[in-house]
């Protein structure tokens, strides 16, 4: 059974860059499904931010494109994410996912925060 690990900073100033890390165990990110990240602010419902497949083109939220950037290292089994330009309407749940597996991570807390 695959399993998901996000990891983030926490605490992110407004303006930084927000770094997120998906930890893949159990499967392949290179074998199959669309990979992806997955936010829920505080009181609000999921947004879908960002995908990468498994043969490593990328999908984004054209809300959210012009600030993100999804990458993976194959080695590491890992993907992540990149947020620039954050600011506190940001502050969300942040889970990395297979949807087609309904497949989630427990999540990491990021608030953007001066």
Do not use: H
Not at 43 to 54: F, P, V
Request: net charge neutral; hydrophobic share 30%.
């Amino acid at each position: 059974q695959v399993q998901l690990q996000e990891l983030g900073p926490g605490l992110v100033k407004p303006s930084q860059t927000l770094s997120l890390t998906c930890t893949v165990s159990g499967g392949s990110i290179t074998t199959d499904y669309y990979w992806s990240w997955i936010r829920q602010p505080p009181g609000k419902g999921l947004e879908w931010m960002a995908a990468i497949t498994y043969s490593g083109s990328t999908a984004y939220s054209p809300s959210l494109k012009s600030r993100t950037s999804i990458s993976r290292d194959t080695s590491k089994n890992q993907f992540t994410l990149q947020l620039s330009s954050v600011t506190p309407e940001d502050t969300a749940v942040y889970y990395c996912a297979i949807e087609a597996l309904g497949s989630w991570g427990q999540g990491t807390q990021v608030t953007v925060s001066s």
